[in-house]
């Protein structure tokens, strides 16, 4: 296989999973996601949490994960000395629902509480049969992307039938969802941080969208000169990822991205807005060679009624392959 086509298969598969990294980068930073706790839960508990209160763990809970659900993530966040939250992340950018993601939730909830048992055992035998022991509290999260409606109950006792003749030895539990269009443009805006951006992006589904969010320019400039390198360098990348989505040119990408590191995201969205995307070309040329299309086979219909009415069929069939006769038979009768 000739490397332009090992570049081209992988440009499309980055392209087709720009969601999927994007949210990666995002869950990925413990910056990010101290914001996340801070400004998006509502949890007072929360309101406090630093960077340096996350540790990224999902690499120890792998077993859990398919291939289908390996954006996920699991944070292990100290709340004292004593007191540890888990913080699970299930990423949904598909377009359709997951109706299980409810299930999935409680398999790693499960997963993780046993986890937990046999670390807390390795330090003290027994430990988890005494009066005292308590497993830590899961915030579990489901951040949807897409840009229908999430329809799916938040409640797993929705996923059980006779859930209320058996309530009482029925397991419960509500999921937080994170619904990103739920958020209107202002609402993101007024959280003046870096994950307020990087959101507006993810929800960015084509170059109008782009065009029309509109963004001011002091929220820009105060990110610009105030983010650090390491955010600065995640909104590019993610920045890169959703114009790569949208078929730009990649000398294009990196331009634009170079102006995020270099603190100039102002200029970067001003300048976008005149930007002539080859996606939009391509959809311009399609829908005119499908009207082109549509009209042509209009106008040949009206010419086979025509020499059809004539009792011509001899001349019909010619005008299918002979294209220069055809034409002519378009002139004559005036189509």
Known sequence: MSKEKKASQKKQIRNSKYHDSSSKL???????????????????????????????????????????????TVKRIKLSEKD?????????????????????????????????????????????????????????????????????????????????????????????????????????????????????????????????LNLPKDYLKDLSENSPDELLDIIAKVTAAMLRHLHLPEEEVAEFTDQVKERDMAELFEYFEDVDLPAERKKAREEGRAEGMAEGESRFAKLTQLLLKAGRTDDLTRAVTDLKYRKELYLQYEL
Request: proline share 5%.
């Open 84 to 212: 540890t939250l888990f913080f699970v992340t299930l990423i949904e950018h598909k377009t359709k629902v997951d109706y299980n993601v409810s299930m999935q939730l409680l398999r790693y909830m499960v997963y993780i509480w046993e986890d937990y048992e046999k670390e807390m055992e390795k330090k003290k035998k027994g430990i988890s049969k005494t009066k005292n022991f308590r497993y830590p509290p899961i915030l579990p999260i489901v951040y949807y992307e897409g840009s229908g409606r999430w329809t799916v109950p938040c409640n797993i006792k929705d996923r059980i039938y006779f859930d209320e003749a058996f309530e009482p030895f029925t397991p419960k539990f509500f999921y937080k969802l994170v619904q990103l269009n739920n958020y209107s443009v202002e609402e993101l805006i007024e959280k003046k941080d870096e994950l307020s951006l990087l959101m507006l992006i993810n929800r960015l589904q084509s170059i109008a969208a782009f065009r029309e």
């Open 26 to 72: 995002i869950f990925g930073n413990a910056e990010l996601c101290s914001q996340f706790l801070r400004n998006y839960m509502d949890i007072p508990l929360l309101k406090n949490v630093r960077a340096e209160d996350i540790e990224d763990v999902t690499e120890r809970y792998i077993p859990m994960f398919t291939e289908e659900r390996n954006s996920d």
